[in-house]
């Protein structure tokens, strides 16, 4: 599959890359994608909910009445779960959610994510990606010149740079990531995702 290469003002140049058809063009698995992002979205979750119960609510232990002669059913102390102000039964306790997926798995996944979106023409790939200063202004234009201003757009680059990093950390629909760092649910978060030229051959040695 060719793409043509955009400049840095974005515009588009003479160039064109053949993105692999290893990584851009197979058949997705939907439920590999499934499992990855499942995976991403439990290992975010703190797991720090807790609710108090009866033995560690504050108040007295005392029998709110004598067990018989009353005609109704015995009750216990006002920390118990069933009184208003008592401690909450099987409440919410700290927890870990995290699991683990195999790593053939989730470069499934990855793979899938990026023919999906090369399908639907959401892959832009340009020559280079590098600011001068960070500068917010400079990463603006570069956005609007693709025509991404109200797109959620991800760019992966070959490695750090923290111009680049800088330049977009105000945008609110804009993330920056490297070759090495990209996950499924940001190729699929992203409407269009920008590739360096120079990060292709990257991913393309991660993912195979």
């Given at each position: 599959?060719?793409?043509?290469?955009?400049?840095?003002?974005?515009?588009?140049?003479?160039?064109?890359?053949?993105?692999?058809?290893?990584?851009?063009?197979?058949?997705?698995?939907?439920?590999?994608?499934?499992?990855?992002?499942?995976?991403?979205?439990?290992?975010?979750?703190?797991?720090?909910?807790?609710?108090?119960?009866?033995?560690?609510?504050?108040?007295?232990?005392?029998?709110?009445?004598?067990?018989?002669?009353?005609?109704?059913?015995?009750?216990?102390?006002?920390?118990?779960?069933?009184?208003?102000?008592?401690?909450?039964?099987?409440?919410?306790?700290p927890r870990n959610y995290h699991f683990k997926l195999n790593l053939k798995l989730k470069r499934l996944a990855r793979k899938s994510a990026f023919s999906y979106l090369a399908k639907n023409?959401?892959?832009?790939?340009?020559?280079?990606?590098?600011?001068?200063?960070?500068?917010?202004?400079?990463?603006?234009?570069?956005?609007?010149?693709?025509?991404?201003?109200?797109?959620?757009?991800?760019?992966?680059?070959?490695?750090?740079?923290?111009?680049?990093?800088?330049?977009?950390?105000?945008?609110?629909?804009?993330?920056?990531?490297?070759?090495?760092?990209?996950?499924?649910?940001?190729?699929?978060?992203?409407?269009?995702?920008?590739?360096?030229?120079?990060?292709?051959?990257?991913?393309?040695?991660?993912?195979?």
């Amino acid at each position: 599959m060719k793409v043509n290469v955009y400049d840095s003002k974005g515009t588009v140049t003479s160039k064109s890359v053949t993105l692999s058809e290893g990584v851009f063009g197979i058949d997705p698995n939907n439920h590999a994608i499934y499992l990855d992002v499942k995976q991403h979205l439990a290992n975010r979750r703190q797991g720090t909910h807790k609710a108090k119960e009866r033995n560690e609510i504050a108040g007295s232990t005392k029998k709110l009445k004598k067990q018989k002669g009353t005609g109704g059913a015995r009750a216990g102390s006002a920390k118990s779960g069933t009184r208003v102000g008592g401690g909450r039964i099987f409440g919410p306790r700290p927890r870990n959610y995290h699991f683990k997926l195999n790593l053939k798995l989730k470069r499934l996944a990855r793979k899938s994510a990026f023919s999906y979106l090369a399908k639907n023409d959401g892959i832009i790939v340009m020559d280079n990606l590098n600011f001068e200063a960070a500068k917010t202004k400079d990463f603006s234009s570069l956005v609007n010149s693709l025509n991404l201003t109200n797109d959620k757009v991800l760019f992966i680059l070959p490695e750090k740079n923290d111009n680049v990093y800088l330049a977009s950390r105000n945008l609110g629909k804009v993330k920056v990531v490297t070759a090495d760092s990209f996950n499924t649910y940001d190729l699929l978060n992203a409407k269009k995702v920008v590739l360096a030229e120079n990060s292709l051959e990257k991913i393309e040695k991660i993912l195979n």
